[in-house]
């Protein structure tokens, strides 16, 4: 086995189950959890004063180490059936989904050294928490996620443009209705559609005045339990069809009577 080849089972979970892939998984795992927590800790002001100095060094360990995966995945990235060019293949891989991804991670670190607009550069340094999606990578539930999404993306779809109809349907219904009324809270089609939006998802706490608004509003809360219940029993479905058919799958392994994950 070739250095290159050893270095891609390693980084790829699906490839490799020794000891040493497992402990860079789960450092990479703890390095994406901590640095969303830091995310979240540095927008405390009081905190960030006082724990500025951790921040930066946690920072620039982590820009490291996501750095050095970054271009070792693309050294060991030709080692792929459809990455094999060595040049064309791996310029392909740097427009890949999960590429793009783990440079989103680490690129806004090393913005601060081009002259640029500083409130340019905090709004591109909120793309950290695209560290947040390197999840999907290591995660077996992350991408039977995906695989369900992707299998039921056509009744998403359907169930989602419903909800938008019934948004639209509702948020004018609820104009004509409150705005003489209530013009304040309905002062247009846009803020209505705000607050059909709030009832839809059963967040809204602004109560109807006129009795027709009442009668709009008592259908929308009706429909919006059910709308929403829509896209919740399709990923259901295919959560249950995605476990039976891995289920189906699983085979054991014939040297050591282990069972094989798909």
Same mark, same amino acid.
């Given at each position: 086995?070739?250095? *290159?080849?050893?270095?891609?089972?390693? @980084?790829?979970?699906?490839?490799?189950?020794?000891?040493?892939?497992? $402990?860079?998984?789960?450092?990479?795992?703890?390095?994406?959890?901590?640095?969303?927590?830091?995310?979240?800790?540095?927008?405390?002001?009081?905190?960030?004063?006082?724990?500025?100095?951790?921040?930066?060094?946690?920072?620039?360990?982590?820009?490291?180490?996501?750095?050095?995966?970054?271009?070792?995945?693309?050294?060991?990235?030709?080692? @792929?059936?459809?990455?094999?060019?060595?040049?064309?293949?791996?310029?392909?891989?740097?427009?890949?989904?999960?590429?793009?991804?783990?440079?989103?991670?680490?690129?806004?670190?090393?913005?601060? +050294?081009?002259?640029?607009?500083?409130?340019?550069?905090?709004?591109?340094?909120?793309?950290?928490?695209?560290?947040?999606?390197?999840?999907? *990578?290591?995660? $077996?539930?992350?991408?039977?996620?995906?695989?369900?999404?992707?299998?039921?993306?056509?009744?998403? @779809?359907?169930?989602?443009?419903?909800?938008?109809?019934?948004?639209?349907?509702?948020?004018?219904?609820?104009?004509?209705?409150?705005?003489?009324?209530?013009?304040?809270? +309905?002062?247009?089609?846009? $803020?209505?559609?705000?607050?059909?939006?709030?009832? @839809?998802?059963?967040?809204?706490?602004?109560?109807?005045? $006129?009795?027709?608004?009442?009668?709009?509003?008592?259908?929308?809360?009706?429909?919006?339990?059910?709308?929403?219940?829509?896209?919740?029993?399709?990923?259901?479905?295919?959560?249950?069809?995605?476990?039976?058919? *891995?289920?189906?799958?699983?085979?054991?392994?014939?040297?050591?009577?282990?069972?094989?994950?798909?």
């Amino acid at each position: 086995m070739t250095l *290159r080849k050893r270095v891609y089972d390693i @980084l790829d979970p699906g490839h490799s189950q020794g000891v040493l892939s497992r $402990t860079v998984n789960y450092v990479i795992y703890g390095l994406i959890f901590l640095s969303v927590v830091a995310i979240v800790l540095e927008s405390v002001s009081s905190i960030c004063q006082r724990c500025s100095t951790v921040f930066w060094v946690f920072e620039v360990v982590t820009v490291v180490v996501f750095s050095v995966e970054y271009l070792l995945r693309l050294w060991c990235c030709v080692e @792929l059936p459809k990455y094999a060019a060595p040049v064309r293949g791996r310029l392909k891989y740097l427009v890949s989904p999960f590429a793009l991804i783990d440079l989103l991670a680490v690129l806004p670190f090393y913005l601060p +050294f081009v002259t640029a607009d500083m409130r340019f550069v905090r709004s591109v340094r909120f793309f950290r928490l695209f560290r947040l999606a390197k999840l999907g *990578r290591y995660s $077996t539930a992350f991408r039977v996620l995906g695989q369900v999404v992707y299998a039921k993306r056509a009744e998403l @779809l359907i169930s989602g443009s419903i909800v938008f109809i019934l948004t639209v349907i509702s948020s004018i219904g609820m104009y004509y209705a409150e705005h003489e009324a209530q013009p304040q809270v +309905f002062p247009d089609i846009p $803020t209505s559609m705000f607050w059909a939006i709030a009832t @839809l998802t059963n967040v809204n706490h602004v109560d109807p005045a $006129t009795p027709v608004g009442k009668c709009v509003a008592s259908a929308i809360f009706i429909l919006g339990l059910a709308m929403l219940a829509l896209p919740t029993g399709v990923l259901g479905a295919g959560f249950v069809e995605e476990f039976h058919g *891995r289920q189906k799958q699983k085979v054991n392994c014939p040297h050591c009577g282990k069972e094989i994950e798909p």
